[in-house]
């Protein structure tokens, strides 16, 4: 009986270490398959679509941008994170890379937001989450909270935290 016991104990430990194995060559293929260092997502799935309104009150889809690479940043004024990345969204911008650029404010009011972009002279589009619901459906828990969508309407990665101007572009897929 004590035989049996120790024999059934090896198989499963045997079989946990070939399981734990499995495991670990699986996650580490669908990541070389599904992008770079930066992102929490694996697997591609589909944009939520939105309609926000711009710091002139224009309305803005994200579906106006089908066909082309969108970025979205998820910020606020108040966010530290957020204050050195936005130079780095800014510069790239203005660059003029194949890339569309939408920041996108949590909750801010719209006077704090144009303060902020002209005291920096940011040229960057800016939506406007009043009540927070798109940051939501993003799973924007924290900012800046950053999501790459491309041509098809998919999302292929998404970061949370600040990045460097070089990080940026990486994630961007701009080289």
């Known amino acids: 009986m004590k035989h049996i016991k120790t024999i059934l104990l090896i198989i499963a430990l045997i079989a946990v270490i070939g399981l734990a194995i499995y495991g670990y060559i699986v996650l580490n293929r669908e990541e070389e398959q599904n992008g770079g260092e930066y992102g929490t997502e694996r697997a591609l799935r589909p944009a939520e679509e939105f309609t926000l309104e711009d710091l002139?009150?224009?309305e803005i889809s994200l579906?106006?941008?089908r066909?082309?690479?969108v970025y979205l940043n998820f910020w606020a004024t108040w966010c530290r994170a957020c204050n050195v990345m936005t130079p780095y969204i800014n510069e790239v911008y203005l660059e003029g890379h194949d890339i569309e650029i939408l920041a996108i404010n949590i909750r801010e009011n719209n006077r704090a937001i144009e303060n902020y972009m002209e005291t920096n002279n940011f040229?960057?589009?800016v939506l406007l989450d009043s009540n927070g619901r798109v940051?939501?459906?993003?799973?924007a828990a924290a900012v800046p909270h950053s999501v790459l969508i491309d041509e098809e309407g998919n999302i292929i990665d998404t970061h949370t935290g600040a990045m460097n101007k070089q990080q940026l572009m990486e994630?961007?897929?701009l080289r």
């Open 135 to 139: 940051s939501n459906r993003y799973r």
């Open 56 to 58: 002139l009150g224009t």
């Open 67 to 69: 066909g082309r690479k």
């Open 63 to 65: 579906s106006d941008f």
């Open 171 to 173: 994630f961007m897929r």
């Open 123 to 125: 040229e960057f589009t």
